[in-house]
């Protein structure tokens, strides 16, 4: 299908990127690797006036370290995050996690900010983000701002943002001595996850002292199975993580669909759950 017709700027930094969303309000959308937004426009399931294409502002690509954390720009693509030394050594989960994005073809041109910015609970990398206690940051005419995850993503294709905002960094904590591990079930090969947990692990003398544990498409937005998270605490062994995997669905709402049903998605999370955090937790 072809989509409606709509007027293209293509800023060539961030501040104009800003001003230029700002003049287009709540009509203009970012066109960040095209990933998420051409279908939409495709299917005429978004009717923007203006596409404002920021894929030429070198500033908002690339990964340094600022301290404890990662600083990832937010048009840097799947394939980059997932070869980058830096994320690969204090993020590990995030490259795992990005590398089972759909295809090599989506990885090449999709972003990291694009798909958070998209804020599909049924993606891979919002649950990852909220696993590592990532903060997202936007820049608009009144400067720029912090969102913690957990604040982040607001309901199902909702995300804090202000329509004359722009994700700019996100800023991942270094998550050295973690364990890490992305799992996830999907209908077939390059799919959408049916359900995805992102596990990290801290370990102290042969026991789980501190876990993270968060969720893809469990809800109308990715979430932390907190319940599971506190359960786990001073686990030893596999029996204790099974366990703790039990409360993994407590407190979400999975979706009806024709791939599956809220009973079937919660039996997946706690599965999954499990095997991540044995996984993790090198217990696997």
Do not use: C
């Not at 690339?62 to 070869?83: P, W």
């Not at 090969?189 to 947990?197: C, I």
């Not at 937005?221 to 703790?244: H, Y």
């Amino acid at each position: 299908m072809i989509p409606p017709a709509f007027d293209y700027a293509r800023p060539a930094d961030i501040d104009e990127a800003v001003r230029t969303l700002a003049e287009g309000g709540e009509d203009a959308k970012v066109l960040a690797g095209g990933q998420s937004l051409l279908p939409l426009l495709r299917l005429r399931l978004a009717f923007p006036e203006l596409v404002v294409d920021v894929g030429r502002i070198p500033a908002l690509r690339g990964v340094r370290e600022d301290g404890d954390t990662l600083v990832i720009g937010a048009m840097t693509t799947h394939h980059d995050v997932i070869r980058d030394p830096l994320v690969r050594r204090h993020a590990g989960l995030l490259a795992a996690a990005t590398a089972t994005v759909a295809d090599p073809a989506v990885r090449h041109r999709g972003t990291l900010g694009g798909s958070l910015a998209h804020a599909d609970p049924a993606g891979d990398l919002p649950a990852v983000v909220l696993a590592l206690d990532a903060e997202l940051v936007a820049q608009g005419p009144r400067g720029r701002r912090a969102v913690p995850a957990r604040q982040f993503f607001v309901d199902y294709l909702q995300s804090a943002l202000e329509p004359d905002e722009l994700l700019v960094e996100i800023r991942v904590p270094k998550a050295d001595g973690w364990g890490f591990h992305y799992e996830k079930f999907q209908r077939v090969a390059q799919s959408w996850a049916m359900v995805g947990v992102a596990a990290l692990v801290r370990r102290d003398d042969g026991h789980i002292a501190e876990a993270r544990v968060g969720l893809t498409n469990m809800g109308t937005t990715p979430l932390r199975a907190t319940a599971t998270e506190e359960a786990l605490s001073g686990a030893g062994d596999p029996a204790a993580v099974a366990r703790a995997a039990e409360s993994a669905a407590i407190g979400t709402q999975p979706s009806q669909d024709a791939s599956a049903s809220p009973e079937y998605r919660a039996h997946l999370a706690r599965v999954l759950t499990k095997r991540a955090v044995l996984t993790a937790a090198g217990m696997g």
